[in-house]
């Protein structure tokens, strides 16, 4: 029995069905980042773990407790806001401990557990202010410490990061898994930022309109995507998706591309059981901006590196790497190569393109082929 | 500068018309009766004597007797403090449940409730007369609480929704899942933000309740009848000679709870109307 499971959940307003039957399961002190864009249901299922809704059909267990019919409080949680809500009238220590009191801690132990919280977050000195006297960081600060100090077995996050400005949300972020590496506890974090889903979780799990698209760890889910949505979700600059037809190349299978009127035929390797029956029908080619890079004449050679020579549409420079975009099949396709080798609008490069991690679609269902 | 000279002249035009009035009532009310009967009405008083208001107060007629305002002056104070406290309490907890804890047709009995704040008094003075026997509630003091406090709720629920809409519903599920329960978060968290619309349900009721003749008149009897009931009675007792001093008198201090009231809480009166329109 995991730290969270979650079985079979629905929600359903009147017609209108939110969530259609989610599963998810978890182990004690991971993180669980439920991720997807607005509208998906992640914060409704967020709300049902927290008893703040209630379940249409299915079975939520916190640990080995059935909790459907258990009130908030007695769900031995915690939770942090994206509004932070902390209570305007009480001090950062009064917030912390508001919790506590409810409880019936004995107030020596309420003090001794403020001090302890608000050691871990550095905030001991901002402990009589109010709310409004503090920015929105130190704010963040306290929700998280108001949860802390009941020492829950699980953690609720509901974007909590996404009222900050981008220097400190990066902060926030490090603190969070700090934090969790150090309290070890169970924690479900929702948000619509591909970033804090990838850098923060131990398992995601991708949302589309009351589904569960994919559930496993960032890197499986980066790398190998269930299908279209959550491949172009993940990741940032997205991943291109090529139309592309699949042809027979010498005694294997290969896609065919277009650049300028050049057309190239790239082998397609290891998925080439799987795409053998597409010969003549087109698939949607999935290929991430650093998967395709300027030639690296050490690499070439290697099986399932292709190169191609293409005109630059367009450079982007980030600092780090420079984005380049060409045509391929008529589509905008973004690559990510070194400043030193990029080239300029209308110029051409030859460009090395890395198909070991290639992922093909079906155009029509948009699930994964291979 | 000629548009700057004109708003002012306006301003202190409409102050003057305004003020006008009040200014009568004050001069008259410090009057005697010959210099009233031989100076302008708004000449300022020669002599000035308080004896009009302590006349008025203690033992002016209303009707038969002739004991002042006083008594009526406190008649009010009992029900209306009971009648403002209680309705403006039970605005609170209804715009709390209206806003925080939503059930199937609350809306729908929030739009029903705001249909009382457009009913006419004379509409339910049948209806109430008929409540107050079936209940069997004697008391002038207690009908008369009863009758505002259910005439007044309307106003103060919608008052107290109109806040709290704004106030955000994260707070209440923080403090849920913090364990605390419906009085709890009402009570720790809601009520201390509270402080401005309280103080405009609190002047909006003392004022309607204070200043209210019709219930007054029609639900009380005798000794026990409201200040306005008693206000009408002197002005117009009709035996013995026209004391208009004594009227003016009598007339102002039945004005003087309403005016305290909005001094003392008046900044707050402002704050607090705008408080629901703008998201603070």
Redesign the interface.
């Known amino acids: 029995m995991g730290a969270l499971s979650i079985r079979a959940v629905r929600k359903a307003y009147g017609q209108v069905e939110i969530l259609k039957g989610i599963n998810i399961e978890i182990e004690a002190g991971e993180f669980l980042i439920l991720v997807g864009p607005s509208g998906c249901g992640k914060s409704t299922l967020l709300s049902m773990i ?3 809704d209630t379940i249409t059909s299915g079975d939520i267990y916190i640990g080995d407790r059935l909790v459907n019919k258990l ?3 007695d769900r031995d ?3 942090v ?3 932070y ?1 902390l ?3 009480m001090t950062v220590r009064g917030n912390i401990a ?2 506590l009191e ?2 019936k801690v004995p107030k020596n132990e309420q003090d001794k557990i403020v001090q302890r919280v608000a050691q871990i977050l550095q905030m001991e000195h901002l402990l009589d202010r109010k709310p409004s006297q503090l920015s929105g960081g130190q704010r963040q600060r306290v929700a998280m410490g ?1 949860a802390i100090a ?1 020492d829950p077995t699980l953690f609720l996050f509901d974007e909590p990061l996404s009222n900050l400005d981008a220097k400190l949300r990066v902060e926030m972020r490090t603190e969070i898994k700090l934090l969790h590496q150090r309290v070890g506890k169970t924690i479900v974090y929702v948000t619509h930022d591909q970033i804090e889903a990838m850098t923060l979780g131990d398992k995601i799990a991708v949302m589309k309109a009351g589904e569960v698209q994919q559930f496993g760890t960032p890197q499986q889910v980066y790398d190998d995507p269930a299908n279209l949505f959550v491949a172009s979700f993940m990741g940032s600059p997205s991943m291109n998706f090529i139309t592309c037809p699949v042809v027979s190349a010498g005694s294997g299978v290969g896609v065919q591309l277009e650049n300028e009127g050049n057309t190239f035929v790239f082998p397609v390797n290891h998925a080439e059981p799987k795409l053998r029956s597409w010969v003549g029908k087109e698939v949607i080619l999935g290929i991430r901006p650093e998967q395709i890079t300027h030639k690296n004449e050490s690499r070439v050679g290697e099986p399932h590196i292709q190169s191609a020579n293409c005109k630059v549409e367009l450079t982007e420079p980030t600092g780090p790497d420079t984005l380049v975009v060409i045509h391929l099949n008529g589509k905008e396709t973004v690559c990510r190569v070194h400043p030193m080798h990029a080239k300029f609008h209308g110029e051409r490069m030859e460009l090395m393109f890395d198909m070991a991690k290639a992922v093909y679609f079906d155009p029509k269902t948009e699930q994964r082929l291979a | 500068m000629l548009g700057q000279v004109i708003i002012y002249t306006l301003l202190i035009l409409v102050c003057i018309y305004y003020l006008l009035p009040l200014f009568v009532m004050v001069s008259t009310s410090l009057k005697s009766l010959d210099e009233i009967r031989t100076g302008s009405l708004i000449a300022l008083p020669g002599d000035v004597t308080f004896a009009a208001w302590i006349k008025a107060w203690d033992s002016a007629c209303t009707g038969v007797q002739c004991q002042g305002m006083k008594g009526y002056f406190w008649n009010s104070m009992r029900f209306v403090i009971p009648a403002v406290l209680i309705s403006t309490a039970i605005g609170a907890i209804n715009g709390y449940v209206l806003t925080m804890w939503r059930f199937k047709g609350s809306d729908m009995l929030f739009s029903l409730l705001m249909i009382g704040c457009f009913i006419p008094f004379q509409v339910v003075l049948l209806p109430m007369a008929r409540t107050l026997g079936w209940l069997g509630i004697a008391n002038t003091t207690t009908r008369l609480v009863f009758v505002h406090v259910v005439y007044g709720l309307a106003f103060t629920t919608l008052f107290f929704r109109n806040f709290y809409i704004s106030v ?1 519903e ?2 209440v ?8 329960g419906f009085f ?1 978060i009402f009570w ?2 809601i009520l ?2 509270s402080i401005p619309i309280i103080v405009v349900s609190i002047i909006w009721q003392f004022t309607q309740i204070w200043n209210d003749f019709l219930f007054g008149v029609v639900f009380s009897s005798g000794e026990r009848q409201p200040i306005t009931v008693a206000l009408n009675n002197l002005v117009n007792t009709s035996t013995g000679v026209k004391e208009y001093n004594v009227d003016m008198a009598a007339a102002i201090i039945a004005a003087l709870p309403t005016l305290f009231v909005y001094v003392v809480a008046g900044k707050y009166f402002v704050r607090g109307l705008t408080a629901g329109a703008v998201k603070g």
């Open positions: 927290a008893g703040l009130s908030p409080k949680i915690a939770m806001f994206q509004s809500a209570y305007p009238n508001f919790g409810i409880r108001r009941r | 955000p994260e707070l599920k923080a403090a849920k899942i913090d364990g605390a709890k720790r968290i201390p933000l």
